[in-house]
């Protein structure tokens, strides 16, 4: 009995991990291309940065895909917990999005995670909106030397430019960004996601991004190359 317990263990496990392996929607398949990119490619170790969580649906999948690939990776959790702030500029002309929208509180989220067998060990959230958090004293009191992903969904200009100023010191070539709302306002360049990083790139001229794969109705993702 003990044999045949060993034998279903051993064929079934490389047919759970297949299962695993198999991205449900948009979000879930660029992750799970990027991580097999990290895997392949060996790439520096780094951590994964997540802006704008909500539930937690993507943050999960990255972890389970992190574990699932061996990948020596902490994750960091960074989110208001409270929704979106006041919607302003060019990005309010278009009505997307309204103060308060995507608001999930801290303990809720902790709990989705732990329920889906996340290890809060390898996990920092950081709360509060990111005009008072993302700064020198946040950095400080983190340990992040490399940024091997970043996950943007932020959804509009104001928070993601704190979002971009903040990471700038953590990438380095073959960093992924992944903006999941890139096309969200019509490619308009003078709003969210679009108009912060190019305002971004312009006070950084070390660094550009490579285009590599596009995601669902209005997703991107970058490789990032540092200049020298």
Not at 45 to 59: I, K, M, T
Not at 65 to 71: G, M, N, S
Not at 79 to 100: A, I, Q
Request: with cysteine.
């Amino acid at each position: 009995m003990r044999n045949l317990r060993g034998l279903i263990k051993k064929t079934l496990k490389p047919l759970i991990q297949r299962i695993l392996d198999i991205p449900q929607n948009h979000k879930q398949e660029i992750l799970c291309t990027i991580m097999h990119a990290l895997q392949s490619w060996n790439l520096p170790p780094g951590d994964y940065l997540e802006f704008g969580v909500y539930r937690g649906r993507s943050f999960i999948y990255a972890f389970k895909q992190a574990r699932l690939r061996k990948l020596n990776m902490y994750f960091y959790a960074f989110d208001s917990f409270e929704g979106l702030p006041e919607v302003t500029g060019k990005d309010k002309d278009y009505s997307l999005y309204r103060k308060g929208d995507y608001a999930c509180d801290e303990g809720s989220f902790r709990q989705i995670l732990a329920a889906n067998g996340v290890d809060l060990d390898a996990v920092t959230i950081v709360p509060g909106f990111y005009e008072n958090t993302l700064n020198k004293e946040t950095k400080k009191n983190l340990n992040i030397k490399r940024a091997a992903i970043v996950w943007i969904d932020c959804d509009i200009y104001e928070s993601t430019k704190y979002v971009l100023d903040f990471i700038t010191d953590y990438l380095t070539m073959g960093s992924f960004i992944i903006f999941d709302d890139w096309f969200c306002f019509g490619a308009d360049p003078n709003a969210g996601e679009m108009r912060a990083t190019r305002e971004w790139l312009e006070k950084n001229p070390q660094i550009r991004l490579l285009e590599y794969h596009k995601f669902g109705v209005s997703g991107q993702s970058f490789i990032v190359q540092i200049l020298k």
